[in-house]
């Protein structure tokens, strides 16, 4: 049998270090990314022909097709002899547009090595500097590919000189990038040009492209490329020069095998102690070592269930091995191990560290998570908080399609961290959030795609309440007054919020690490201690009491009556963010009978509602980031939809055939922006979102917004006051 | 034994006094304290006025004693206070009926510790769903009087404890986490009607107070009438 032989052969190849490389294609949105791994993939699968034999070659033209469809979703290992070796290229796919999510950063760490795709017209855009400086951050080595440059030739009627002007200007701006994000000692070896082989050039739409020592190797010059387009000779530069073969040869020859590229990286990317037995494994993607893997990305199989890929970087992982997910306390044993070869996931049962295993069995993985034999040090905390701003309700349109849309969103959320649903019991209806209204909107074509017919409620925008300066102290009394709870509110730091939101501080947290990373950023010693507990949407409650009696059995009802503050906030119910909680003082009943959570709770909410009423709270709004670009002449037409929407414009940047317009804009009044732009564009204009900051609403809406609030959640049409909830005995 | 009943005319002192005369004690006097505060520690606050009518009902002596309601010093006018009353019905012991609150209990012992008395509650110890159910066999007619807990709304206010409050009560209890007996002050109780009287009382006409936190009800007049 052909295929089984083909797995052991692949096997072989990935136990030999020299010949894997794990890499990334990293792009700004619209560049090429997709298009341009559809070409590697489709080219160079897990077989290439030659290898599998002639007989074999009909399948594979079949399977081409299937690849092409999945490449966005998945890693993928791809296949490649040079020179007559064989050699495993695993594909990590890494989020085609920057979020806050944290998510391109741990896709990111998972590889040695990047493609970076830049569409020759456009040149360098903002996303190309962003996930440069993410890459070399992560000491990810960079090689550039130049895409569409028929563009130059056919749209531009570019000069010869022109063209080679362009293309060496794009090579220079990303030296510049490398000059300016890479630490000292990469900066020099790092450096790019057409000579070294470690730029490419090409189209991926056409699939074909070459690199300066390729082309010369093959006697091909630039003028018969340019000859070619003016007879229109497409096919002749596909079999000469295959797209697949530039990025490959380039990736395998510049790009670092794993156990090399771990010397360099490991001490910059985990954070334990390198000299550790983990420590030193990893260092030597040692596969006797104890097995570590940092998951990348989580799929849910219909007939597999979850499958975890990620990177393995020390040890082996086999069938029926026990691993636990670092710091969650789940213990898991490894069903199956496989990896992805385009469409087929094959089953390999054993692989050694440098290589990405796709894991069946470990149901409780999630992307982010650290899997190891034993508990160590994570390769990133675990609290990983989205911040959605936008919610919608769902129901199916038939009630026998309700388990089905249940599941479907379940696996929706566990591929899609950033999109949260939530099931309301009093109404049945599903809630889902997103990072924006776009976002909703593609989550909603999946649904329909999966075939469940839908009906969704109107977006609504999940505001923020926050406070603007200290707050009073208030006694707060518990229904049966034999309890008195003191807190005040102040601001919290931005910087802390930051941490808080970046995970680098969570409630789980050992409480001195917490404690030291919060006098690190000027906190004061008795408070970074007094932490009770830490809201992820940016809150914390400090206990600052000396010596209060009976305060031990009452914290968790105090932490209690804490979190129903920083979810409901006073004005309109929404949560709260960077509200710092200091509890003062605590009278309380000796007999535990008369101090249950029904009597402390309350007591905690009512002073801190109050206090929050005494420090001029605020609704908070979220704002994204919009990024517009559109031929030079419809700029106008632009940055007027942008400013009559409450927007402002960022930043316009020119070049000569494109403009790209960025600017801020409240996410309340990006209902109907597709539709506007579309409509005064005529269609021409291609934009994007994500979020960008919570900002107050301006003082003018604050009330109305408030009451409309109020008014959907059924609360009462006025502002709360301070005596609603401190008592005027 | 002759006892004085610490009496608030609630479920439980009721109780008690009528288990202390089923264990062959007599009950010389029933002393009820009322607090000037509403927050006393220690004692019920409302409907206190219905006291001296259900005493009536019994045939017991019944004496009231004025503390401020202030916590540890209503203690401490109590003891000085209640000297009279022992030495006037000669009392050997004290019946109260507490049940969990160790609070009541340990500052009751103090008082007959003081005295030289036995401190009877023979309530002690009995779980809330236990004491509910006595309370409806034995056919008390009890009506709720305050609300002081997260989770009792004004609702509960006037309602009469029956098979069906009693398990909202606890499904209530549980969820918010207080004590379905009303032991943490969580409510207060006035008995209407009990095996021990030989007339009832009746609430004519009351009045809602309701604090956001917390409400009680104050009757505007109770009358007492012969049972049906």
């Known amino acids: 049998m052909p295929r089984i032989k083909k797995i052991s052969e692949v096997l072989d190849i990935l136990r030999n270090k020299d010949r894997i490389r794990n890499i990334g294609i990293i792009a700004h949105v619209d560049h090429g990314k997709t298009t341009t791994s559809d070409s590697l993939l489709a080219a160079a699968g897990l077989l290439s022909p030659a290898l599998a034999g002639k007989a074999l070659a009909l399948d594979y033209l079949e399977e081409e097709q299937q690849r092409q469809m999945t490449i966005k979703a998945a890693n993928v290992s791809l296949y490649y002899e040079m020179n007559g070796a064989p050699f495993i290229i695993n594909l990590i796919d890494t989020p085609g547009h920057v979020d806050f999510s944290g998510r391109v950063t741990r896709a990111l760490r998972a590889i040695d090595g990047a493609v970076v795709v830049v569409d020759a017209v456009e040149g360098v855009m903002t996303q190309t500097e962003t996930v440069i400086r993410q890459a070399l951050g992560e000491r990810v080595r960079p090689v550039l590919y130049i895409n569409k440059v028929d563009r130059l030739i056919k749209e531009l009627r570019l000069t010869p000189e022109k063209i080679q002007e362009t293309l060496g200007r794009i090579v220079l701006e990303v030296n510049r990038l490398i000059d300016m994000y890479a630490e000292p000692e990469y900066r020099e070896k790092w450096k790019l040009s057409f000579q070294s082989g470690t730029v490419a050039l090409g189209s991926a739409k056409d699939r074909w492209g070459f690199t300066v020592p390729q082309a010369q190797k093959r006697g091909v010059k630039f003028s018969d490329v340019l000859q070619a387009f003016i007879n229109n000779n497409i096919d002749w530069l596909k079999e000469t020069m295959p797209l697949h073969e530039a990025i490959l040869e380039m990736v395998i020859n510049h790009h670092p095998p794993p156990h090399v590229a771990q010397r360099y990286r490991i001490p910059k990317i985990w954070k334990g102690p390198l000299e550790s037995d983990v420590g030193q494994a990893?260092?030597?993607?040692?596969?006797?070592?104890?097995?570590?893997?940092?998951?990348?990305?989580?799929?849910?199989?219909?007939?597999?269930?979850?499958?975890?890929t990620g990177r393995l970087f020390s040890g082996t992982v086999s069938d029926g091995d026990s691993l636990v997910i670092v710091g969650r306390n789940i213990q898991s044993r490894v069903q199956q191990v496989a990896v992805y070869m385009g469409q087929t996931r094959e089953i390999v049962s054993t692989l050694p560290a440098g290589n990405i295993p796709a894991l069946l069995g470990i149901e409780d993985a999630r992307s982010g998570d650290t899997l190891a034999v034993k508990e160590t040090v994570p390769f990133e905390s675990l609290k990983y908080v989205s911040e959605p701003v936008v919610t919608m309700s769902?129901?199916?349109?038939?009630?026998?399609?309700?388990?089905?849309?249940?599941?479907?969103?379940?696996?929706?959320?566990?591929?899609?961290?950033?999109?949260?649903?939530?099931?309301?019991?009093?109404?049945?209806?599903?809630?889902?959030?997103?990072?924006?209204?776009?976002?909703?909107?593609?989550?909603?074509?999946?649904?329909?795609?999966?075939?469940?017919?839908?009906?969704?409620?109107?977006?609504?925008?999940?505001?923020?309440?926050?406070?603007?300066?200290?707050?009073?102290?208030?006694?707060?009394?518990?229904?049966?007054?034999?309890?008195?709870?003191?807190?005040?509110?102040?601001?919290?730091?931005?910087?802390?919020?930051?941490?808080?939101?970046?995970?680098?501080?969570?409630?789980?947290?050992?409480?001195?690490?917490?404690?030291?990373?919060?006098?690190?950023?000027?906190?004061?010693?008795?408070?970074?201690?007094?932490?009770?507990?830490?809201?992820?949407?940016?809150?914390?409650?400090?206990?600052?009491?000396?010596?209060?009696?009976?305060?031990?059995?009452?914290?968790?009802?105090?932490?209690?009556?804490?979190?129903?503050?920083?979810?409901?906030?006073?004005?309109?119910?929404?949560?709260?963010?960077?509200?710092?909680?200091?509890?003062?003082?605590?009278?309380?009943?000796e007999d535990p009978v008369h101090r249950g959570y029904a009597q402390i709770a309350p007591a905690t909410w009512r002073s801190l509602y109050a206090s929050i009423l005494s420090a001029d709270p605020v609704l908070l709004e979220p704002v994204l980031k919009l990024e517009v670009k559109v031929p030079p002449d419809l700029m106008g037409a632009v940055t007027s939809i942008v400013s009559s929407k409450r927007g402002r414009i960022l930043d316009v940047k020119q070049s000569e055939y494109i403009t790209v317009v960025y600017g801020e804009i409240p996410a309340a009044e990006t209902g109907d922006l597709s539709e506007v732009l579309r409509s005064s564009t005529m269609g021409k204009a291609f934009w994007g979102t994500e979020f960008f900051a919570w900002r107050p609403v301006p003082a003018s809406l604050h009330e109305k917004i408030i009451m409309e609030i109020r008014k959907r959640k059924g609360m009462p049409l006025t502002l709360p006051k301070i005596s609603d909830y401190v008592e005027e005995e | 034994m002759r006892l004085l009943a610490l009496f608030s005319g609630g479920k439980d002192s009721l109780l008690a006094v009528q288990k202390a005369l089923e264990m062959g004690h007599k009950v010389a006097c029933l002393l009820t304290v009322k607090p000037e505060r509403l927050d006393s520690w220690m004692f019920h606050t409302v409907c206190l006025s219905a006291t001296p009518l259900q005493a009536e009902a019994m045939n017991i002596p019944h004496v009231v004693i004025k503390v401020s309601g202030i916590k540890e010093l209503e203690q401490i006018e109590l003891i000085y206070s209640i000297k009279k009353v022992i030495m006037d019905y000669e009392v050997e012991g004290i019946v109260s009926g507490s049940i969990i609150s160790n609070y009541q209990k340990k500052r009751i012992d103090m008082l007959c510790e003081k005295y030289s008395l036995t401190h009877i509650a023979p309530n002690w110890g009995t779980s809330s769903p236990e004491l509910l159910g006595e309370v409806i066999r034995r056919g008390y007619v009890v009506m709720i009087t305050s609300v002081n807990a997260y989770g009792l709304g004004r609702e509960w206010l006037g309602r009469i404890i029956d098979e069906e409050s009693v398990k909202e009560l606890i499904e209530t209890a549980e969820r918010y986490g207080f004590n379905a007996g009303g032991e943490g002050g969580e409510y207060e109780t006035l008995v209407l009607d009990s095996p021990l009287f030989n007339r009832r009382l009746h609430i004519k006409d009351y009045e809602v107070v309701w604090k956001k936190n917390y409400g009680y009800i104050h009757p505007k007049s109770i009358l007492l009438s012969a049972k049906s």
Request: hydrophobic share 40%.
């Open chain 1, 282 to 308: 990893m260092i030597e993607c040692d596969e006797n070592g104890p097995a570590v893997m940092v998951v990348t990305d989580v799929k849910v199989d219909p007939q597999a269930g979850v499958v975890a």
């Open chain 1, 394 to 589: 769902i129901e199916p349109k038939h009630s026998k399609d309700l388990p089905r849309l249940v599941d479907f969103l379940q696996k929706l959320t566990i591929e899609d961290p950033t999109l949260v649903t939530v099931v309301r019991p009093e109404t049945g209806e599903y809630l889902i959030s997103g990072m924006g209204t776009l976002h909703l909107e593609i989550a909603l074509t999946w649904i329909q795609k999966a075939g469940l017919e839908v009906v969704a409620g109107k977006p609504i925008i999940l505001y923020r309440e926050a406070i603007g300066k200290k707050g009073r102290v208030f006694e707060g009394k518990s229904p049966n007054r034999h309890n008195k709870i003191y807190l005040y509110v102040e601001k919290l730091e931005e910087e802390i919020i930051e941490l808080i939101r970046r995970g680098e501080i969570f409630d789980e947290m050992d409480r001195k690490q917490l404690a030291k990373i919060l006098r690190d950023h000027g906190w004061d010693a008795d408070e970074a201690r007094g932490v009770w507990t830490i809201d992820p949407n940016g809150n914390i409650l400090v206990d600052m009491t000396k010596g209060a009696q009976f305060l031990h059995e009452s914290k968790m009802m105090i932490i209690g009556g804490f979190q129903r503050v920083v979810q409901e906030g006073p004005l309109a119910g929404e949560r709260m963010r960077g509200v710092k909680a200091v509890l003062v003082n605590v009278d309380l009943h």
